[in-house]
């Protein structure tokens, strides 16, 4: 095969899908609780994103930054408003927009007169596979390999005020904090529910951008729009992807607070980002998860899950804990469980296992009761397999 092996894939292809189901080349038909992890947020194959995006396609694909995107404008305005940050710049992936803010952290370091400007970030966290990205991640599989890494990060533990609080007692050369208001990557960690309300007072009072990274947990996923929402705290930015175009790959960088104009024309640039394209299918996307209160519909089925899951894995002896906000759900045993993707791939559920032992689950927020019901009895269905087998 001449495909580089960056990635190991399960031995099953998809070729079509609808909502929450993806069939296979054989016919077979699976009930996706991944959503492309965190992607498809509308479901597959959703008939007015699939529309918005023939229409677009039909008009104009691509033209370029160097004249101006109406598409993109709306799109802006439609987010800053939905976060009430000031203003976006737009890239094709997750990574690329963590990679623009840890950017206008530097130059918002520089503009004070810090010439060697450093960024917290989080032990458990991931935030993207290029150089700064994966030097801002703190899994040292995704980094070995590829030093020197990038300077300029300083790295706490997740959930921990008072490592925080030291810093801003011993270093001066901090400008950011970058965080994500829960840790995917690293198995669904929820921190303690004033965390990042503490996290945002330490940011104001030090002078440091705080900058949310909502790629996995924004969109509506957690039952808010963004999953800082739930809390009071106030970021300079905030990033988001995934889920913004369920599927048609962009990102971007929400900007605002002290972080606003920092960017001046020929600082950072995309060919790709925020093309016409991708720009139209985002807008479908953010417009009907307004309109059919998709954010409310996560809580509520995610809610359901939670105390469906709970209930039903109460005696469960490989479950040490479940966790997660609306959508967004992790449950870790206790032991590495990579096998049970593959046991789900037989049981006809798709889930992912995220940190060698938390079984992710990620379905699209227009999940209904019964299917929520059917993830559950499939996964236990699966658990029952493997305790049998490992
Ligand atoms: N940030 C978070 C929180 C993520 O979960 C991911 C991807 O999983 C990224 C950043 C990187 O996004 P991408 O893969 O689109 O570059």
């Avoid at 292809?13 to 947020?41: M, T």
């Avoid at 160097?66 to 993109?72: E, R, S, V, W």
């Avoid at 901090?174 to 996290?199: C, F, H, M, W």
């Avoid at 970021?235 to 048609?248: E, H, Q, R, S, Y």
Wanted: proline share 4%; aromatic share 6%.
């Amino acid at each position: 095969m001449q495909l580089i092996p960056t990635y190991q894939p399960l031995p099953v292809a998809f070729e079509r899908g609808e909502g929450v189901w993806l069939w296979d080349s054989q016919g077979k038909k699976y009930l996706d609780a991944l959503g492309g992890i965190a992607v498809c947020c509308l479901g597959h194959a959703h008939p007015e994103v699939t529309e918005a995006i023939c229409q677009q396609a039909g008009q104009l694909l691509h033209t370029s930054n160097l004249y101006q995107i109406d598409l993109q404008i709306a799109l802006a305005q439609k987010l800053t408003q939905m976060s009430s940050m000031q203003q976006v710049f737009f890239s094709n992936s997750g990574a690329e927009a963590n990679e623009a803010a840890i950017k206008l952290a530097r130059l918002y370091g520089h503009a004070q007169g810090i010439d060697s400007p450093n960024v917290i970030v989080m032990e458990g966290a991931f935030h993207g596979r290029t150089m700064a990205t994966l030097t801002a991640s703190a899994n040292r599989k995704v980094q070995a390999g590829f030093e020197p890494l990038v300077p300029g990060f300083i790295r706490v533990p997740y959930d921990d005020i008072t490592a925080l609080q030291n810093i801003a007692q011993n270093s001066d050369d901090v400008v950011a904090v970058l965080i994500e208001p829960i840790q995917g990557e690293s198995g669904v960690r929820t921190p303690n529910a004033d965390y990042l309300e503490k996290v945002s007072a330490l940011c104001k009072q030090n002078n440091w951008l705080l900058m949310i990274d909502e790629i996995q947990s924004g969109m509506g996923r957690t039952g808010k729009f963004f999953a800082y929402q739930h809390h009071a705290v106030e970021p300079d930015v905030v990033t988001v992807a995934k889920g913004l175009a369920n599927g048609v790959p962009i990102g971007a960088c929400l900007i605002g607070g002290k972080a606003a104009d920092l960017f001046q024309p020929g600082k950072h640039g995309s060919t790709f980002g925020g093309n016409p394209l991708a720009c139209r299918a985002a807008l479908t996307v953010v417009d009907i998860i307004e309109q059919q209160q998709l954010c409310q519909q996560a809580a509520a089925r995610g809610e359901y899950l939670f105390a469906a899951l709970r209930d039903a894995l109460a005696d469960n002896p490989m479950v040490q804990e479940i966790r997660g906000q609306g959508l967004m759900i992790g449950i870790e045993l206790d032991r590495p469980c990579a096998e049970l993707a593959k046991i789900g791939l037989e049981q006809g559920l798709l889930f992912s296992i995220t940190a060698e032992r938390v079984i992710r689950l990620l379905p699209a927020l227009i999940i209904q009761q019964e299917e929520v019901d059917l993830i559950i009895e499939r996964l236990l269905a699966c658990l029952d397999e493997y305790a049998g087998h490992y």
